[in-house]
């Protein structure tokens, strides 16, 4: 799957150049074009719920993206909070009891069927890519393959546009994938408690660390967990 993303970011940020168009609406297009689906959104998250849309492939995706954010439900709300992707290829069918309201606004706007894939970084919620069916289906293996390399792809924007946010030039293709997210996603936490900031501070500042220092973060994180590297004079200065 990791050279799937590659590709993916690659492709992306090619027609980014070329275009000018914004890192997520290119991606966001490019998944509707490789994918059986009727559209693609991307939405922010955050530990309270949706947070905003940041590219949507059609008015039926801004729909999808307007409703979860409108109503605080859904199966894009359901992804960010567990951290799995939700899979809804008979909305009619199985969305009411669970979503009455997104079910009914999802109805209205013409939409069947909704997938949702969580975009984190362990327990930091990012956003979620939603990609939706006029009509009812369900994924295939290899479309499922395909559409979670798409939301890791679609991580690595949003990582890239918040390391962007904090004055960092880092370029895309460095935060294609984590090199071992499960020692990142520890040192984290190490992080967070070390500079007493929450999670999503913590990784911009592992992340700016390992700019600064020209170095992976797998690598930075690694000596973080070591005890070789702390991050106490953060606490110190501030």
């Known amino acids: 799957m990791h050279t799937r993303v590659s590709d993916i970011l690659s492709t992306v940020l090619a027609e980014h150049e070329r275009t000018g168009a914004p890192l997520p609406a290119v991606l966001v297009d490019l998944c509707a074009r490789s994918l059986p689906v009727s559209g693609v959104g991307m939405a922010l998250m955050t530990d309270d719920g949706p947070a905003g849309t940041m590219a949507g492939t059609d008015g039926g995706a801004l729909e999808v993206e307007d409703l979860q954010f409108s109503l605080g439900e859904g199966p894009c709300v359901d992804a960010s909070r567990s951290g799995r992707p939700v899979l809804q290829p008979d909305l009619a069918r199985t969305g009411p009891q669970r ?42 293996e290899d479309d499922l393959t395909s559409a979670l390399s798409f939301a890791d792809a679609a991580t690595a924007v949003l990582l890239h546009l918040q390391a962007h946010a904090a004055g960092l030039e880092p370029p895309l293709g460095s935060l294609t994938v984590l090199d071992d997210r499960a020692e990142v996603h520890q040192a984290t936490g190490v992080v967070s408690v070390q500079a007493a900031v929450p999670l999503q501070e913590a990784l911009l500042l592992l992340r700016a660390r390992a700019y600064a220092e020209q170095r992976s973060i797998a690598s930075l ?14 606490l110190d200065s501030g």
């Open 99 to 140: 979503w009455p309201g997104f079910t009914a606004g999802a109805a209205a706007a013409g939409l069947a069927a909704v997938f949702a894939f969580p975009l984190r970084v362990g327990g930091i919620r990012l956003g979620v890519l939603d990609l939706y069916r006029t009509t009812t289906g369900a994924l295939t």
């Open 221 to 234: 994180a690694h000596d973080v967990l070591r005890g070789v590297v702390d991050f106490d004079d953060v």
